[in-house]
């Protein structure tokens, strides 16, 4: 009964460990520079072993990415349906914050993650599958929030609206992050909320000014 588990952890552990290697690798010396090779030596493991568990440098490269994602669309998909769109999006992030950075951490300290994201928004060839994937996740989250407002989502154009609303404000957020002086977790979860408090006003037909 116990055999199957320690597989599976040492499966963990050695896909955990080709990624740490493989995007500290890509952040110091670059991504095209960065062989395969140069990965399964640095984890003393055969070419075979990396392509077991992914199937090119590009997929290692949106490891923690992709995690983070499907945190979030789990959370989604558990907001109470009484919910307002904008509402249940805005929960869903915050309640992925509340528990993905555990689970960064148990993959990559907190800063590389910083550096991945930095690496691949300079990264010509990687900037561009991050916006495709971009666009695949809004559609992702569009899909769900018309399913919870009983909408088609092809006829009624409000879901991909305001995802498209919520994904700006949350590019806003990851940049702000990163040019931040407080670089924790904790800091991107706060500015995540306090941003989003400010799309209905920023919305609004006109803003409030001091004369």
Do not use: C
Request: aromatic share 8%; no cysteine.
């Amino acid at each position: 009964m116990t055999l199957p588990g320690l597989r599976e952890r040492k499966k963990q552990r050695t896909r955990d460990a080709l990624t740490r290697v493989a995007l500290e690798l890509f952040t110091t010396q670059g991504y095209e520079r960065t062989t395969v090779d140069e990965i399964v030596d640095a984890v003393e493991v055969s070419q075979r072993t990396f392509f077991r568990y992914f199937s090119s440098k590009e997929e290692v490269a949106f490891t923690v990415q992709h995690m983070v994602e499907d945190r979030f669309v789990q959370a989604l998909g558990r907001r109470p349906a009484e919910e307002a769109p904008l509402d249940a999006m805005r929960n869903a992030v915050l309640s992925a914050w509340d528990t993905i950075g555990e689970a960064i951490v148990e993959v990559v300290p907190v800063e590389l993650y910083l550096r991945t994201y930095r690496m691949i928004e300079s990264t010509p060839a990687l900037l561009a599958v991050h916006l495709r994937r971009s666009t695949e996740m809004e559609e992702t989250i569009a899909r769900i929030i018309a399913a919870r407002e009983g909408l088609d989502v092809d006829a009624d154009p409000r879901p991909r609206i305001a995802v498209a609303a919520f994904s700006g404000v949350m590019r806003v957020t990851g940049q702000m992050w990163g040019r931040g002086t407080d670089q924790s977790l904790e800091a991107i979860r706060e500015l995540t909320g306090a941003y989003l408090d400010h799309l209905g006003p920023a919305l609004a037909p006109r803003w409030d000014r001091e004369r």
